[in-house]
């Protein structure tokens, strides 16, 4: 029996066609987009469409992608053997990694998109299109989860970040590197991760508010300080290894205190440490004062975790777990992970 793909269109640079005034913005359907794929009809594969929203995705939002999700869902469940969502690039390691939380079936879900537009040459949606169809058909890439194909490399969605402003080869995985890459229409997998850290959905997702502060070359603590107002949650992007300016470590430590703050790294690849450095606003201070390591978690990537874990009213003593394994500090388990995770729930 032929695979059964369905692709769900959110719109984005792969979707845009010339407005009336210049520029281009989303306009394309998804069954417009697997129309304008070449050889896709002599794939084998079967393809289903479903034009789920057409907006850039610097718009997407929470609900969209919890939406999302149960959509995936209902289709998977229905006998699908995979599903692509093409976007734009603009969130899709941040859409890639929501849904790879959640996913706990084996069934491959893959991101793809464009950075070249359909009116320009050498537009790559088709591309990127094709060879994410195929690896969402493919039998080797179950049990992966969520997964961003572009450029035909294939990533990991924990690891995965866009990199560059125009290069069609802008995602890249520096933590590890591509899963593997699409090789004649074939995705041949290099790599394995070691573990997936999921979470169930919750039933009623709480409002949460995640900031996401970068700290900068003679910070004063001036965002930290609006965040205590406005904010439920911070990611704190550090300098290195975990760094923060001594002026603003008695501010993260009150925040600390009220709500969970997330160390990051700021600079794209690598981990925040845990014991190497002692001065006032190193990392070990930092953690000792309160703040939770994002390990190898990029500061995105930890937003979205934090935010889904607030969602899901979980205690501070599930979030540092939580962030110990999906930071790759504690091996992560996807059948003990999700149980745990539902034991943890605060209602």
Same mark, same amino acid.
Request: glycine share 12%; charged share 15%.
């Given at each position: 029996?032929?695979?059964?793909?369905?692709?769900?269109?959110?719109?984005?640079?792969?979707?845009?066609?010339? *407005?009336?005034?210049?520029?281009?913005?989303?306009?394309?359907?998804?069954?417009?987009?697997?129309?304008?794929?070449? @050889?896709? /009809?002599?794939?084998?594969?079967?393809?289903?469409?479903?034009?789920?929203?057409?907006?850039?995705? !610097?718009?997407?939002?929470?609900?969209?992608?919890? /939406? %999302?999700?149960?959509?995936?869902?209902?289709?998977?469940?229905?006998?699908?053997?995979?599903?692509?969502?093409?976007?734009?690039?603009?969130?899709?390691?941040?859409? =890639?990694?929501?849904?790879?939380?959640?996913?706990?079936? #084996?069934? &491959?879900?893959?991101?793809?998109?464009?950075? $070249?537009? &359909?009116?320009?040459? +050498?537009?790559?949606?088709?591309?990127?299109?094709?060879?994410?169809?195929?690896?969402?058909?493919?039998?080797?890439?179950?049990?992966?989860? !969520?997964?961003?194909?572009?450029?035909?490399?294939?990533?990991?969605?924990?690891?995965?970040?866009?990199?560059?402003?125009?290069?069609?080869?802008?995602?890249?995985?520096?933590?590890?590197?591509?899963? +593997?890459?699409?090789?004649?229409?074939? &995705?041949?997998?290099?790599?394995?991760?070691?573990?997936?850290?999921?979470?169930?959905? *919750? !039933?009623? &997702?709480?409002?949460?508010?995640?900031?996401?502060?970068?700290?900068?070359?003679?910070?004063?603590?001036?965002?930290?300080?609006? !965040?205590?107002? @406005?904010?439920? +949650?911070?990611?704190?992007?550090?300098?290195?290894?975990?760094?923060?300016? =001594?002026?603003?470590?008695?501010?993260?430590?009150?925040? /600390?205190?009220?709500? #969970?703050?997330?160390?990051?790294?700021?600079?794209?690849? +690598?981990?925040?440490?845990?014991?190497?450095?002692?001065?006032?606003? @190193?990392?070990?201070?930092?953690?000792?004062?309160? %703040?939770?390591?994002?390990?190898?978690?990029? #500061?995105?990537?930890?937003?979205?975790?934090?935010?889904? %874990?607030?969602? *899901?009213?979980?205690?501070? *003593?599930?979030?540092?777990?939580?962030?110990?394994?999906?930071?790759?500090?504690?091996? #992560?388990?996807?059948?003990?992970?999700?149980?745990? /995770?539902?034991?943890?729930? $605060?209602?």
């Amino acid at each position: 029996m032929a695979p059964r793909v369905v692709v769900f269109g959110l719109g984005g640079t792969i979707a845009m066609t010339s *407005a009336a005034g210049g520029g281009v913005v989303p306009a394309l359907s998804a069954d417009q987009l697997v129309a304008a794929v070449p @050889s896709l /009809a002599e794939s084998g594969i079967t393809v289903e469409v479903e034009d789920f929203r057409r907006v850039p995705g !610097a718009s997407l939002g929470f609900d969209d992608l919890t /939406a %999302l999700a149960t959509a995936i869902e209902t289709r998977l469940a229905a006998g699908a053997d995979g599903v692509v969502i093409t976007q734009g690039t603009d969130t899709i390691e941040e859409t =890639a990694y929501l849904l790879d939380l959640t996913h706990t079936r #084996p069934e &491959p879900v893959v991101v793809t998109g464009a950075m $070249r537009n &359909p009116t320009l040459a +050498g537009a790559d949606g088709p591309g990127n299109l094709l060879a994410a169809v195929q690896t969402a058909a493919s039998p080797d890439t179950r049990d992966l989860g !969520a997964l961003v194909v572009f450029a035909d490399e294939i990533h990991a969605a924990a690891r995965v970040r866009k990199t560059h402003s125009t290069s069609g080869h802008t995602f890249a995985s520096a933590n590890g590197g591509p899963l +593997g890459y699409l090789v004649e229409g074939q &995705p041949r997998i290099l790599n394995h991760p070691i573990g997936r850290t999921t979470l169930p959905a *919750a !039933a009623e &997702p709480r409002p949460a508010e995640v900031g996401l502060v970068t700290m900068v070359l003679g910070d004063t603590g001036a965002l930290l300080h609006a !965040a205590a107002d @406005s904010c439920d +949650g911070l990611i704190v992007a550090g300098f290195g290894v975990g760094h923060v300016p =001594a002026r603003v470590v008695d501010t993260l430590t009150d925040l /600390a205190a009220t709500m #969970p703050v997330v160390l990051a790294s700021r600079t794209g690849a +690598g981990s925040v440490l845990a014991h190497t450095y002692a001065f006032p606003g @190193s990392e070990s201070d930092l953690l000792g004062r309160g %703040l939770i390591s994002a390990g190898f978690l990029d #500061p995105l990537k930890a937003r979205i975790l934090l935010h889904h %874990l607030l969602a *899901a009213a979980h205690d501070q *003593a599930h979030i540092r777990a939580t962030f110990a394994q999906a930071g790759g500090y504690a091996r #992560p388990n996807q059948q003990t992970d999700h149980a745990t /995770a539902q034991g943890a729930a $605060r209602a």
